[in-house]
Nanobody, 117 residues
Framework: QVRLVESGGGLVQAGGSLRLSCAAS????????MGWYRQGPGMQRELVAL???????DYAASVKGRFTISRDNAKNRVYLQMNSLKSEDAALYLC???????????WGQGAQVTVSS
């Protein structure tokens, strides 16, 4: 089992920055990728950024150039640096991890990001 705990959410003005952090515990050696999803009010959950084993990353088109995902495998953490935040970035940000071999996904409880205009 893998447990994910997010931190770093909060209120920020449009144009500002926030950094989210996610700490993984448990059988972290089984994780093949870690990343972030978000879900706004009345919206579907969407992928924001993903960091895969080997170093490749994926980003949603809406955040490319503004958000950066990074992963510290030694500390079992993944980070999301969010710059130039917009009102449409406001959402519950959920940390995500996956074991491809077992096809098992893990989710954190979420960190709320609020962007004021």
């Amino acid at each position: 089992q893998v447990r994910l705990v997010e931190s770093g959410g909060g209120l920020v003005q449009a144009g500002g920055s926030l950094r989210l952090s996610c700490a993984a515990s448990g059988i972290t050696s089984s994780i093949n990728a870690m990343g972030w999803y978000r879900q706004g009010p009345g919206m579907q959950r969407e992928l924001v950024a993903l960091s895969k084993d080997g170093g490749s990353t994926d980003y949603a088109a809406s955040v490319k150039g503004r958000f950066t995902i990074s992963r510290d495998n030694a500390k079992n953490r993944v980070y999301l640096q969010m710059n130039s935040l917009k009102s449409e970035d406001a959402a519950l940000y959920l940390c995500y991890a996956i074991n491809y071999r077992l096809d098992r996904e893990y989710w954190g409880q979420g960190a709320q990001v609020t962007v004021s205009s």
